[in-house]
Nanobody
Framework: VQLQASGGGLVQAGDSLRLSCAASTRTFTDYALGWFRQVPGKEREFVATISGAGRNTFYADSVKGRFTISRDNAKSTVYPQMNSLKPGDTAVYYC?????????????????WGQGTQVTVSS
């Protein structure tokens, strides 16, 4: 599966932003999708994940209540809706796919990665 992320940009603290990640596969529901982020000098960290059917979601504590992950299986696309953005959310955001449908928070569980999209939140 190939992933194409988009939607990043420069926003102010408190603003909202929705990223998207389109997958090139005919078996999209066989994949759990995740979002991760990374800042220079730090390890990539888990943000959110959603199961293949979209019934199960998990979030990092740092984004819980502010971010919502969803997927449109008809469009083979996954979205994180990011609200109440903070400067600490500034990072390159990556989408990832894991075959098998059940969502995992571990980076090592994911089989394919998108190219990343920059999100910058100014104070």
């Amino acid at each position: 599966v190939q992933l194409q992320a988009s939607g990043g940009g420069l926003v102010q603290a408190g603003d909202s932003l929705r990223l998207s990640c389109a997958a090139s596969t005919r078996t999209f529901t066989d994949y759990a999708l995740g979002w991760f982020r990374q800042v220079p000098g730090k390890e990539r960290e888990f943000v959110a994940t959603i199961s293949g059917a979209g019934r199960n979601t998990f979030y990092a504590d740092s984004v819980k209540g502010r971010f919502t992950i969803s997927r449109d299986n008809a469009k083979s696309t996954v979205y994180p809706q990011m609200n109440s953005l903070k400067p600490g959310d500034t990072a390159v955001y990556y989408c990832a796919a894991k075959w098998g449908g059940y969502p995992y928070v571990q980076i090592s569980a994911y089989d394919a990665w998108g190219q990343g999209t920059q999100v910058t939140v100014s104070s």
